[in-house]
């Protein structure tokens, strides 16, 4: 009798053991649910982030603009649209002294800036001669126009009486330099000597003699210029209409344009001659979405750009004067203006 008593307490308590073991083990499975609970909404929190940023422009940490050596145009544009990116975007921007647009082009296409500063000749040139497309064009800027100018009390009356004269063309491989010699080649001129020198040395072999004319591609009048003429009047050589034509034809990513009477002491008339546009590329691997944002920063300070460069003028409708093909990024923001775009711009 007393074994069935001892037997019957020890089931008991057995089964009580049990059932407080299996009240424990309920409790602490609510407790780690609990717990999961806050990573879980926290994961969907992340999620629904995510979602949030889609379809936001991602910029990059940083971006470089390539310009050219201090003085120039393109220096300071490329200072101007430094600020620029700096205040609109709050990105930093370094401007780069890289040697100007040829070689700006080059590093476009190498992907290795932003932005790049360069011209027509050069965009055409590297895009369709040297088989460099890894850029795209973005904005023309303003244009150029080709200024061949000899002392006004010259012999020199036309770009034929060239012939056997010394000729400065600026530094070699720059717009001066290579626009320069494709005229000449063009028109079938040998001068004497083509003198390739930076614009200090050059103005100073003019005064001297030495330099019987002097060609830049610049917005007009051009400071190096206007330098000599305060004390040794100037005078801009014209081309005949026939050979605007004939260079053009030869040389497509010029352009005609007639420079006023009166920039230069020695030049009271109207002068006809060539032009080149200055422009904005951009490496083919910088994303649409960031170009776009970048073309509407440079049209929208317009007159930012102008109180560097009076000569800027910065009209989406002068997009048709560009000579490679645009930027997808740039093309998007002139077709939401509807401006229609030549086929021969369209990115390929």
């Not at 929190?45 to 050219?68: I, K």
């Not at 014209?238 to 050979?243: C, I, K, N, T």
């Amino acid at each position: 009798m007393k074994k069935s008593k001892l037997y019957l307490f020890v089931t008991l308590l057995v089964m009580a053991m049990l059932l407080v073991m299996t009240a424990c083990g309920n409790d602490q499975a609510a407790n780690e649910n609990e717990a999961e609970a806050p990573a879980a909404e926290n994961e969907a929190s992340d999620e629904s982030g995510e979602e949030a940023g889609e379809g936001e422009t991602v910029f990059p940490d940083r971006m470089v603009v390539g310009a050219s050596a201090p003085g120039g145009s393109f220096y300071t544009l490329g200072g101007v649209m430094g600020t620029l990116i700096d205040q609109e975007l709050g990105i930093p921007a370094s401007v780069e002294d890289t040697g100007g647009g040829v070689a700006n082009v080059q590093l476009a296409h190498q992907g290795e800036l932003t932005l790049g500063l360069t011209a027509n000749f050069e965009a055409y040139d590297f895009y369709y001669e040297q088989g460099m497309d890894g850029f795209g064009t973005v904005a023309p800027i303003f244009n150029q126009g080709l200024q061949l100018v000899v002392n006004a009390d010259s012999s020199i009356e036309s770009w034929g009486d060239l012939e056997g004269a010394n000729i400065a063309l600026s530094r070699a491989n720059t717009t001066h330099d290579i626009a320069g010699r494709a005229i000449l080649e063009t028109l079938g001129i040998e001068p004497n000597q083509i003198i390739n020198a930076g614009n200090d040395d050059i103005n100073s072999m003019f005064r001297d003699g030495r330099v019987d004319a002097m060609l830049l591609v610049s917005s007009f009048p051009t400071s190096a210029f206007s330098e000599v003429d305060v004390t040794t009047p100037l005078r801009l050589i014209p081309l005949a209409q026939d050979e605007v034509e004939q260079v053009i034809e030869a040389n497509p990513y010029l352009g005609q344009i007639t420079i006023p009477g009166g920039v230069y002491e020695g030049t009271p008339d109207d002068t006809l001659t060539v032009s080149v546009w200055s422009l904005f590329v951009a490496p083919k691997s910088v994303s649409d979405d960031v170009i776009y944002e970048l073309t509407k920063i440079i049209y929208d300070n317009k007159s930012t750009f102008q109180d560097g460069v009076s000569a800027v003028t910065l009209d989406p409708e002068d997009v048709v004067e560009l000579r490679a093909p645009l930027h997808p990024g740039a093309l998007r923001y002139y077709e939401e203006l509807e401006i229609e775009i030549p086929d021969q711009i369209k990115p390929e």
